[in-house]
């Protein structure tokens, strides 16, 4: 099959380039290259998607075509130049496009949408992005047609090449072992997905047709579980204090990511519903998750042979340390 994938140098893009590749097809990455680099054996086209002929480089028809757009104007660009010359179109969506994240174990099926907006900017917060990928969305089927669109609405991608720094936090810090500051409590619910599965999800999606949407994440865990996934692939055994929202909240700590953090963590009851989603219609679909400890042994392997590690998420040494001596001493 000929593989289109309109980005392919960041993370998700290069994991669905590299499985299309191994595959054994051919794979064309268009970007403006100025986000990382192709992976090796696919060729790159320069584009320019906020140009209105930015995608006049792309030439010949293609067998599937995938793309991680967050700008609606991207999408409705893609469908103009390339409906009527594509056969499979994946567009990653997200799971912030969807209005009610507080009720838990919703479905794709039951679960309603934000309303889309065409002209929002995706980088004005997490509404605003939700609202841009609903539109994007709305295009994509406009454009492509529902029989042929794969909708995947992707929650927490995790794994080699994060660009975020979330999960990569705890895989650091369950590899430092010790005393462990746990946000919430042991039977709260995290929803992940490895960035491998799900590119080799896509794969199977492209060349089987599926169609329709569908959410991109695995099953949901229990933190208990999630940590004790994270200590086995560190190979490390910590100990966890857990500690409650309300504590950590009163002394700035931000849920989610950025610096003095504790990523995978959203106030309850509000984002009940973010990471405990019923996924039972992917698994049907065709969507295989690995063991969370083979996904941190990776992750931590990344780390080992990388010259320069940012952290840009989650807490500093002194800062855990200084939140569990308040919480013992409250």
Known sequence: MSIL????????????????????????CAARGESGDPVEGARFVR????????????????????DVARHPRHVRLAAAALAGRAGHYTFVSSGSAYADVATPHQSVVTAPLLPPDYEAD?????ESYGRAKAACERLAVEGFGAGRTFLLRAGMIVGPEDPTGRFDYWVRRAARGGEVLAPGGPDEAVQLVDVRDLAEWIVTAA??????PFDGIGAPMTRARFHAGLSGGAGVVSSLTWVDQEFLT???????????SLPFWLPLPQYAGFMSRDVTPSLDAGLRTRPLAETARDTLAAFRDAT???????????????????????
């Open 308 to 330: 320069h590690i940012d952290a840009k998420a989650g807490l500093g040494i002194d800062e855990e340390a200084e939140l569990l001596r308040e919480w013992r001493e409250r």
């Open 250 to 260: 009163a002394r700035g700590v931000a849920p989610w990511s950025g610096p003095r």
């Open 47 to 66: 584009v320019d998607r906020d140009a209105p002929d930015g995608l006049a480089a792309l030439e010949g028809t293609f067998d599937a075509v995938v």
């Open 122 to 126: 995706p980088g004005a917060g997490p």
């Open 207 to 212: 060349t089987g047709g599926l169609a329709g």
């Open 5 to 28: 994938v309109l980005g392919g140098t960041v993370f998700l893009g290069r994991a669905v380039a590299r499985q299309f590749l191994a595959a054994g097809h051919d794979v064309v």
